[in-house]
């Protein structure tokens, strides 16, 4: 047996069409010699070389081989129906606001007797909150354009938009910094954090319902990410320092949202908003405040400018109670 051609690598190829290599575990004493022809494929012939050359030529490349068929390409059983079941799940996910945690749902009586009130700043605290409530309206309202032309749908989602992601924020941080106070002090929260998530989802929900009808832009969406991280940072240190500037300060918040929601309603009785008259609720809002099957958006609006009356009054009560003092609202109140 001669010796036709000797890999670099140790392998030697023989004349009887055997393939041989030599190796080795790291210790000259345990080598061994294992057959490899079974590993090897025949090169192409010079005929195969030259119709492949001619099917390039005739343009005949373009059935190109089946993935599942290779394989490297092929999936495992346990991977196909993982990939299955991820799909079926996504399709047969649950409607929106099916785990909503307990809130009120308004009578049509009180959802019509719904008034502007105004708490009167009573010390150094409560004028603090009150006037930066003011400078943030009044500096938004320029900004945003509202004051400016006759308002319109689209003005309308904007505004509704935009200060529902920034509402969404007083209840959860508030609800994290007693959580964690609790859990570092050991004590007991007296009953604060499910009222002040449950704050916090109502507006997120607020949210979800003008998104039915409307979805920002990316300058929008940029906005709302540079206000939030502003908000929550600002937010966060006041709680932290006084909680009770902080349930004002929303208290006067919920005070403007409820003059914002009432001027709506106007537009919408006999302004540029009358075709909310007519206009669906979405399926997600009729749920959510189990409105009537035949709900427009002026039933919604109704039903969101009661959330903000509600949470004006929990704030303002909030912020004149002292911190271990019992909440007097159990959930869904």
Not at 52 to 60: A, D, L, M, S, V
Not at 228 to 233: A, C, L, R
Not at 243 to 250: A, E, G, K, L
Request: one cysteine or more.
């Amino acid at each position: 047996m001669t010796t036709k051609l000797i890999l670099r690598t140790g392998v030697k190829a023989f004349s009887n069409g055997y393939v041989y290599s030599r190796f080795c575990t790291g210790e000259l004493s345990f080598c061994r010699t294992l057959p490899y022809k079974q590993f090897t494929r025949p090169l192409a012939t010079k005929d195969d070389v030259e119709k492949n050359i001619q099917k390039y030529k005739e343009g005949k490349f373009g059935t190109l081989p089946d993935p599942d068929k290779l394989d490297h390409f092929r999936k495992s059983n346990d991977d196909k129906k993982q990939a299955t079941s991820l799909q079926a799940s996504t399709e047969d996910l649950p409607p929106l606001g099916t785990h909503a945690l307990p809130h009120p749902i308004w009578t049509e009586r009180e959802l019509h007797s719904v008034e502007i009130t105004h708490k009167p700043p009573e010390g150094f605290v409560d004028k603090a909150a009150y006037y930066t409530v003011q400078i943030m309206r009044t500096v938004f309202d320029v900004i945003s354009g509202f004051k400016w032309g006759q308002t319109n749908e689209q003005k309308w989602l904007k505004r509704i938009i935009f200060l529902e992601t920034v509402a969404g924020v007083p209840g959860m941080v508030a609800a994290m910094t007693r959580h964690l106070h609790s859990l570092r002090r050991m004590q007991r929260d007296y009953g604060w954090i499910h009222t002040l998530l449950e704050e916090a989802e109502n507006e997120r929900m607020h949210l979800m319902t003008a998104l039915q009808l409307r979805q920002p832009g990316f300058m929008f969406r940029t906005g709302v990410i540079v206000a939030q991280g502003t908000f929550v940072t600002l937010f966060s240190f006041s709680y932290l320092i006084s909680p009770r500037f902080c349930h004002r300060f929303v208290g006067y918040l919920e005070e403007e949202a409820v003059k914002t929601y009432t001027k709506c309603l106007k537009d919408i009785e006999d302004g540029n908003m009358q075709h909310w008259k007519t206009h669906p609720s979405p399926e997600f809002a009729t749920r959510y405040w189990k409105l009537a099957p035949d709900a427009t958006m002026k039933d919604v609006i109704l039903a969101i400018r009661a959330d903000e009356a509600h949470h004006r009054l929990v704030n303002h009560t909030l912020a004149s109670m002292k911190e271990t003092d019992y909440n007097p609202y159990k959930p869904g109140q």
